[in-house]
Every structure is written in structure tokens, then in C-alpha cells.
């Protein structure tokens, strides 16, 4: 993704996002959450983008934004062959027809290209996206018990998962 196409589908991204966190999705916010809170967020996507540190896919249909997710690049000196899986997301109206798996799988393209072969997500307790990963060859690493907490302090776990690439 360039930065030029970048600002143009901004708006497209932040409704994705808003989207899934509104209708309960665990991204690290909390709902209501406002449009002003998920451009904020994308203008810190292009931060890293810019800075190399992160590399953005995003799935379209038509022109029309409808999945993306993220390969945020480990730039330690010991990490340079890991990355970690970030914010998948597939627009309510396209779920439950591979887009998902679609789009993890040309992250791990990426990733592979840029010899980053250990991949690393985390994903909340008894998601979706847990049949996902295993689905796709990750390992469970281990669960984290009241990782996140929501405004009425009801906790939730979290689990961790890695792959490595072929
Ligand atoms: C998780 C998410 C990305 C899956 O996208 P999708 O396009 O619907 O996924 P796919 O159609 O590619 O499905 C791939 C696999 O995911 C699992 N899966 C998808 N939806 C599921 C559901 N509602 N319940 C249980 N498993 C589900 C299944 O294992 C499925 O494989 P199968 O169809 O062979 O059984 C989508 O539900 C989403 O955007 N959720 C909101 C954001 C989110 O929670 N992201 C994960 C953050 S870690």
C-alpha cells in the first residue's frame, strides 16, 4: 500500500475499523468508539508505515475497502527475522468467505518476502480468529487470563499464537 492511496481510502479504513470495534470486535478500543479516536489510530498506521516499521495490505472489491491487516516488523537487532500479525479485519457484509484466511495468507507472503519467517499475534480468548490461526498452521503459545479490561471492568483473556514460515 502506498501512502498516496493510503489517504485516499483513510476514511474507508476508519469505517472498518469503527465498524468491527462497534459491533464488538476486540482491537484494542472500546465502543462507542468515535471517528475522530479511528483516524487518530490510522495516522499512527501511516507513522509506521512510513518509518518502515510496519507494512499495511488491504483487501478491496470494486474500489471498495473490505479487509486489511497488518506485519508490524520487529526492528531490534535480534528480531529482524519476526514480525507480528496485527489487526485483521474483514468488513461485516464480506465474512465467512475466505477473505480472512485470503488475506493471512498474502501476510505471510509478505513477511516471507521480507525474510520475516517468525510470526506472532495475539487474538482475544475464544474468538473467531483463534480457529483461524490454527486453521492455519499457528501454535497456541499460551493464554493470558484479564489481558484486557472493558469500561465495566469485565475482564477478558487473551492468547497467544506463532507460526513459523516454510
Ligand atoms: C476474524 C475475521 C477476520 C475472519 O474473517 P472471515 O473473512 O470471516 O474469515 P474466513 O471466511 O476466511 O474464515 C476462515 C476461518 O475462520 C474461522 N471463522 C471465521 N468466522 C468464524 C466464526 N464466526 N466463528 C468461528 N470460526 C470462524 C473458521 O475456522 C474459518 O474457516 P472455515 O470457513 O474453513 O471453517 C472476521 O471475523 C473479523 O473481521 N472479525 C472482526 C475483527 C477481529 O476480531 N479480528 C481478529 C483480531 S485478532
Redesign the pocket.
Request: hydrophobic share 45%; aromatic share 0%; charged share 15%.
Given at each position: 500500500m502506498n501512502l498516496d492511496r493510503f489517504a485516499e481510502i483513510l476514511p474507508q479504513l476508519s469505517q472498518l475499523l469503527l465498524d468491527?470495534v462497534n459491533t464488538g470486535?476486540?482491537?484494542g478500543f472500546w465502543m462507542p468508539m468515535s471517528q475522530a479516536d479511528a483516524v487518530l489510530y490510522w495516522r499512527e498506521v501511516m507513522q509506521g508505515m512510513i518509518h518502515e516499521k510496519l507494512v499495511l495490505l488491504v483487501a478491496e472489491d470494486g474500489g471498495e475497502v473490505v479487509g486489511t491487516v497488518q506485519l508490524l516488523l520487529a526492528d531490534r537487532q535480534n528480531g529482524h527475522h519476526r514480525a507480528e500479525i496485527r489487526k485483521?479485519?474483514?468488513r461485516g457484509t464480506?465474512?465467512?468467505?475466505?477473505?480472512?484466511?485470503a488475506l493471512l495468507s498474502a501476510a505471510h507472503v509478505e513477511a516471507a518476502f521480507r525474510g520475516r519467517r517468525l510470526l506472532i499475534?495475539d487474538?482475544r480468548t475464544g474468538?473467531?480468529?483463534e480457529?483461524?490461526y490454527e486453521?492455519m498452521g499457528y501454535t497456541r503459545a499460551g493464554e493470558i487470563p484479564g489481558f484486557t479490561i472493558e469500561p465495566d471492568g469485565a475482564r477478558h483473556g487473551t492468547t497467544i499464537f506463532y507460526h513459523v514460515l516454510p
Open positions: 468491527a470486535a476486540s482491537l485483521l479485519i474483514v464480506h465474512r465467512g468467505h475466505g477473505l480472512g484466511r499475534l487474538t474468538d473467531a480468529g480457529r483461524l486453521s
